[in-house]
């Protein structure tokens, strides 16, 4: 039987079908949340349809149908991954397994690719380490990594990233908005931000 979590085959439709309006950044996450599957597996949004009529869905209070533009909708249904570039495989885990606390998804093709790599969980998504030449430079690079190219992750609590960055002794900017999200390089000059929902 299909469900929000486990649609049927014949039933998944991966077109979005809600736009979700005035939700707070929390409530928008916890949306996204609610529509992930709770297995880590590559199918993770199924449909959802529903109207203002049909009231709350879920604890959001405003969802509306999205009108479909044949010519320009793909069926966009999330980020899958983030594809990074590391010089050294072996000391870019370290820094994202051991200090950031990232597994590894063995179910990817780690051993496929014509080129060393590792697939790391971030939630429901993954970083897709590879171990490539880098074009970019990893000096000259702006000290804030808001002002860089960055991958975003969503975090619940930013102090306790903070001291696990101060204890391993890893440098980092605060957002310069005042929000609460901490700007940092892993060990190729990748840019993350983790920014607390």
Not at 43 to 58: D, T
Request: proline share 6%; charged share 30%; net charge positive.
């Amino acid at each position: 039987m299909a469900s929000i979590f486990r649609p049927s085959s014949a039933s998944l439709d991966l077109r979005p079908k809600v736009i979700c309006k005035n939700l707070s950044t929390r409530e928008r996450f916890e949306f996204q949340k609610k529509s992930l599957r709770k297995e880590r597996i590559n199918v993770r949004f199924c449909s959802l349809k529903a109207n203002k009529a049909q009231g709350p869905i879920e604890g959001i209070s405003v969802v509306e149908e999205k009108q479909l533009n044949s010519k320009t909708d793909y069926g966009v249904v999330g980020v899958h991954h983030v594809g990074l570039l590391c010089e050294n495989l072996e000391r870019s885990l370290e820094f994202y397994q051991n200090i950031l606390g990232l597994e590894i998804n063995e179910a990817r093709p780690h051993d496929k690719l014509p080129y060393r790599g590792a697939w790391l969980w971030v939630g429901s998504e993954m970083i897709h380490l590879m171990e490539l030449p880098n074009p970019d430079p990893l000096t000259g690079r702006p000290e804030h990594g808001g002002r860089d190219r960055h991958a975003c992750i969503a975090i619940r609590d930013v102090s306790n990233l903070k001291e696990i960055l101060d204890k391993a002794g890893i440098e980092y900017t605060m957002s310069k908005s005042g929000r609460p999200a901490i700007f940092t390089r892993d060990p190729d000059a990748n840019a993350l931000e983790f920014t607390q929902v």
